[in-house]
């Protein structure tokens, strides 16, 4: 059973910075790609960013430029550097890995 925990959630006026982390209970997860998904109130849950076990990293068009993805694997960790966010980026974002989730944290953005 691995534990998936996510952090750094909190309310930022548009144009604002948030950074979120993500902490996994597996010692082994710098074997393992991580990724980000979010879901806004009424929507269906979307996948966010990803990074892969070299370091390499994928987003969404809808974040690309804005956030930026790194893991530390030392420390089984990941942070969602999240930059210049908009109203859009209102949603519940959780941290998964190999199939299992965290809880998820909120970010609302609102002026």
């Known amino acids: 059973q691995v534990q998936i925990a996510e952090s750094g959630g909190g309310r930022v006026q548009p144009g604002g910075s948030l950074r979120l982390s993500c902490v996994a209970s597996?010692?082994?997860?710098?074997?393992?790609?991580m990724s980000w998904h979010r879901q806004a109130p009424g929507k269906e849950r979307e996948w966010v960013a990803r990074v892969f076990t070299d370091g390499n990293t994928m987003y969404a068009d809808s974040v690309k430029g804005r956030f930026t993805l790194f893991r530390n694997n030392t420390k089984n960790t990941n942070i969602l550097q999240m930059d210049n966010l908009n109203v859009e980026d209102t949603a519940r974002y959780y941290c998964a890995m190999l199939g299992y989730w965290g809880q998820g944290t909120q970010v609302t953005v609102s002026s």
């Open positions: 597996e010692s082994g997860s710098s074997l393992y790609t």
